[in-house]
């Protein structure tokens, strides 16, 4: 699990061992540097938890009724890929 993890966060961004409680993403700003706040890193870390839990009692369910798990996982992906950054910021000309 923790190589898959390391495939799957590694491509974006770097990962480093995970302390108890601690995510393994090492979390950038837009600068490229690292995020420091303490409180901005575990927000993230619980929002990740809560969405990994929530597609996982998801992907169980589509197992139990049935589905294919490669389309779920395509499904998956394609959310993922459509949310909307409602602060991107807009260039001006």
């Known amino acids: 699990m923790q190589t898959a993890r390391r495939r799957l966060y590694g491509r974006v961004m770097k990962t480093k061992p995970a302390s108890k409680g601690q995510s393994p993403v090492v979390w950038r700003g837009r600068d490229g540097k690292p995020v420091a706040c303490v ?5 993230l870390s619980e929002n990740l938890e809560e969405i990994r839990q929530q597609a996982q009692d998801a992907l169980e369910d589509a197992m139990l ?4 798990e490669a389309q779920f ?9 459509r949310l909307d950054n409602p602060y991107r910021r ?3 000309n």
């Open 39 to 43: 409180e901005k890193l575990k927000v």
């Open 65 to 68: 009724m049935g589905c294919d």
């Open 73 to 81: 996982r395509e499904v998956l992906r394609d959310l993922v890929a």
């Open 90 to 92: 807009v260039r001006r």
